[in-house]
């Protein structure tokens, strides 16, 4: 049978106050015979007591040698008892002597437990009794009178009672810590096979963002050694970039969304391993909460490298379907412009009411379309970043004249502009820049009910952002419209997502415009982020550094080159 540690430990010692108490009792035998010889002139009691002291003597090396003190302890308590009828007739209890008949069911319940010591005890009850029988019969004398004995004999008792409920007590609670002792490995083990099992990486913080439980898995994916990430500040220790490759900031990291907010979170990003590889990953994590505090949070994660191929042969295949498409789009628009001048006759105005949904609907779909193609061309990476001398204000405010137009004769927008004087023109990719504009605008002034205020800022940013280049250019648009639901907000930017509060005011959104100009912000190396309450508006900004090196020489598609100068 195995040992736990806890119980081995308990063994040795147990043992070592067993060596202890049988060196006290060899010594003590010892040194009452060399009294008794000496001293007294009881030769008979001396002799004994001294071969008894051999005879422990000889246990105790007994159990050094054996190191099981069980058998030996019960030598032990034999000498003893046989040591103690020698002082009941001859009467050497008249000394010291008594002191072994009160120790004797101590070291007798302390040697060998409950029943052993009630078994020794009971031996020394018979002994006690049996001499004083004999002597009651006259065939025994002892130096005793037979109320010194009755005494010796009740005061044995209590002491027996007193030290079997002491004994019962301590087995009770040795017990009851062992079963729960058992029950809680039990647990523990039942727990870890479970999470050693999960195919996935499970990593598990404490409230102060430590790792306490890694599994294999975690490790493994990681590129850590076992055991080696406990104790570990994870954030620290494991970064996680995104797919341009810059770090993601610890606020946005789901782990500590969940220890400082409690709310469970998912993201797609890229772990670094301790060799520096990426791992993409599909990371959610979840707040422990236990009586409304927050005790720590679980990460799970898998490797999506296979996911993202699949995502990538997905890709080609919209960038080829949105570019087919664009042909008849153009076309129907082109014919029904036509229609709409009355080039082929004048039009009923029924006829023209159709047509004009005809032209609207196309429309929709071109930016449908444009959007499914410059997603797809992000992804792919195959966007090329062309930089250009741009003048910002210019562009922001071509982008807004064509959205105003864009909006129906009965909601009225005020429009705040604020441009920076210092602005003059950047090198950068009047493509992206337009894009991201005409998203967010756009954004602002559909999501804003009437009379509500758009302001776009755009200036150099005085602040240094992690992974923004010190020179970053600052394009912030804030409203005062519907603003996105707090439960929300961390979904913003995953492709297609539409808040609730909006889905059933607007049903022409696509859900990639977001998307779309985070994508731009990172192909790029800029960030995005956003600040909003519902009902009250919402504010985007996002860093660009202020000048673009012309990124990669490959992957300049058709249809991407097509695409631009349509937006
Ligand atoms: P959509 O085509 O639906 O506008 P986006 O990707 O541009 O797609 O935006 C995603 C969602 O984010 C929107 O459906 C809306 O719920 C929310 N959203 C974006 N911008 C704003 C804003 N300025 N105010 C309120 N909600 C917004």
Redesign the pocket.
């Given at each position: 049978m195995s040992t736990t540690p806890d119980a081995t430990q308990r063994n040795k010692g147990k043992n070592r106050v067993a060596y202890i108490y049988t060196t006290v009792t060899c010594l003590s035998l010892a040194v009452f015979g060399v009294l008794h010889i000496a001293l007294e002139g009881n030769q008979l009691l001396g002799i004994l007591e001294l071969l008894d002291a051999f005879a422990v003597l000889l246990i105790l090396v007994g159990m050094r040698v054996a190191k099981n003190i069980r058998f030996q302890s019960h030598l032990l308590l034999l000498c003893i008892l046989t040591i103690m009828f020698v002082l009941l007739i001859t009467g050497g209890t008249a000394n010291t002597g008594i002191f072994w008949f009160f120790m004797f069911p101590v070291s007798a319940f302390f040697l060998t437990g409950g029943k052993g010591g009630m078994a020794w005890t009971l031996a020394l009850f018979a002994l006690v009794a049996a001499v004083t029988a004999l002597q009651h019969f006259g065939i025994l004398h002892t130096p005793y009178p037979f109320i010194a004995l009755r005494q010796l004999f009740v005061s044995l008792l209590v002491i027996t009672i007193g030290v079997y409920a002491y004994q019962r007590s301590r087995d009770d609670m040795a017990l009851a810590t062992r079963q729960s002792q058992q029950a809680s490995v039990e647990e523990k083990l039942k727990a870890e096979t479970i999470i050693e099992n999960i195919d996935e990486g499970v990593i598990a913080l404490n409230a102060a963002g430590e790792v306490i439980l890694a599994n294999r898995v975690a490790e493994n994916m990681l590129g850590w050694r076992p055991g080696e990430l406990t104790g570990k500040k994870f954030t620290a220790t494991v970064p996680m970039v995104d797919d341009a490759g810059n770090e993601i900031p610890l606020k946005q990291r789901p782990m500590y969304q969940a220890l400082t907010h409690g709310v469970p979170n998912h993201i797609t990003a890229m772990y670094v391993r301790k060799d520096g590889g990426k791992l993409p990953s599909f990371i959610t994590s979840r707040a422990i909460v236990v009586d409304n505090k927050v005790h720590g949070a679980i990460e799970t994660f898998r490797d999506i490298t296979q996911e993202q191929a699949i995502d990538r042969a997905k890709s080609e295949f919209v960038t080829l379907a949105s570019h087919q498409l664009r042909t008849p789009i153009s076309a129907i628009a082109w014919v029904s412009e036509l229609l709409l001048h009355g080039d082929a006759g004048t039009l009923k105005p029924e006829q023209a009411d159709y047509i004009q949904q005809i032209y609207h609907s196309n429309k929709r779909m071109a930016a449908l379309v444009d959007?499914m193609l410059t997603t797809s061309s992000l992804e792919l990476g195959s966007l090329q970043v062309r930089p250009q001398p741009v003048d910002l204000p210019d562009l922001s405010r071509q982008v807004l004249e064509q959205q105003l137009d864009t909006l129906p004769a009965d909601k009225i927008i005020h429009v705040k502009e604020n441009y920076a004087p210092d602005l003059g023109t950047v090198l950068h990719d009047q493509y992206m820049i337009k894009t991201i504009l005409h998203?967010?605008i756009?954004?602002?002034l559909?999501?804003?009910p009437s009379k509500g205020t758009v302001t776009v800022t755009i200036k150099r940013s005085s602040q240094r952002l992690e992974g923004v280049p010190q020179k970053a250019i600052l394009i912030q648009?804030a409203?005062t419209?519907?603003?996105?639901p707090e439960g929300?907000q961390s979904k913003?930017?995953t492709?297609?997502?539409?808040?609730?509060?909006?889905?059933h005011k607007?049903t022409?959104?696509?859900?990639?415009?977001?998307?779309?100009?985070k994508t731009i912000a990172n192909y790029v190396g800029g960030s995005i982020r956003?600040e909003?309450e519902e009902n009250k508006?919402?504010t985007?900004s996002v860093w660009l550094p202020a000048t673009m090196n012309a990124r990669g020489d490959a992957g300049i598609t058709e249809s991407t080159e097509k695409q631009r100068g349509d937006t």
């Open positions: 959007a998203n967010l756009a954004n602002a559909k999501y804003t648009v409203d419209g519907m603003g996105i929300q913003i930017f492709k297609l997502f539409r808040a609730d509060n909006i889905k607007d022409d959104g696509t859900g990639l415009g977001l998307y779309i100009v956003f909003s508006g919402s985007f």
